[in-house]
Antibody, heavy 122, light 107 residues
């Protein structure tokens, strides 16, 4: 059974960089059939796609976040990572990592991590 | 960007009733690039429907999806107690965007 687990600091200071890692177990991150992505959800609000990465390193980002986002992948350790720079209070959210079907473009997300709550405060 | 508008915001129904949830896109979603998710409090979303009408693995057949172009529908034929939750649609035609959600609550 595929499992995804987010890890990283739960508290980030304003203007600093948020960094999270997603560790994938029970399957290979190098599969040619899937993208790996990040989605966030502010408390009490809806879902926002941040970006997705293929095992080759090819990425797609949400245009509204593109200037601040970087997603990377490490196939040797089966994990992928998110960096979001210059954070503000608006970036406080539960951050989910997830697997998306697709070989040329990320589609629907069929496996999700449990989520990691990130607070932005000095 | 394709904006997805879900309605109603809240649906109050009783177990055994039929639920009809709407997702309207600001422009046509080409091919079959629309999915539906269920989210319960404190949990990650769960994929219910992909490609407009295909049920994900393990999803009961009381859940069905339909639609095309700009108008899409998720139908729950007979609500079970575990179906009361928030439901989101998502398109993956142009970038990826989610709707704002519909909460299905017990009447």
């Amino acid at each position: 059974q595929l499992q995804l687990q987010e890890s990283g600091p739960g508290l980030v200071k304003p203007s600093e960089t948020l960094a999270l890692t997603c560790t994938v177990s029970g399957g290979s991150i190098s599969s040619s059939s899937y993208y790996w992505g990040w989605i966030r959800q502010p408390p009490g609000k809806g879902l926002e796609w941040i970006g997705s990465i293929y095992y080759t390193g090819s990425t797609y980002y949400n245009p509204s976040l593109k200037s601040r986002v970087s997603i990377s992948i490490d196939t040797s350790t089966n994990h992928f990572s998110l960096k979001l720079s210059s954070v503000t209070a608006a970036d406080a959210a539960v951050y989910y990592c997830a697997r998306a079907a697709g070989s040329y473009y990320p589609h629907d997300f069929d496996y999700w991590g449990q989520g990691s709550l990130v607070t932005v405060s000095s | 960007e394709i904006v997805l508008t879900q309605s109603p915001g809240t649906l109050s129904l009783s177990p055994g009733e039929r639920a009809t949830l709407s997702c309207r896109a600001s422009q046509s979603v080409s091919s079959t690039y629309l999915a539906w998710y269920q989210q319960k409090p404190g949990q990650a979303p769960r994929l219910l429907i992909y490609a407009i009408s295909s049920r994900a693995t393990g999803i009961p057949d009381r859940f069905s999806g339909s639609g095309s172009g700009t108008d899409f529908t998720l139908t729950i034929s007979r609500l079970e107690p575990e179906d009361f939750a928030v439901y989101y649609c998502q398109q993956y035609d142009t970038s990826l965007t989610f709707g704002g959600g519909t909460k299905v609550e017990i009447k």
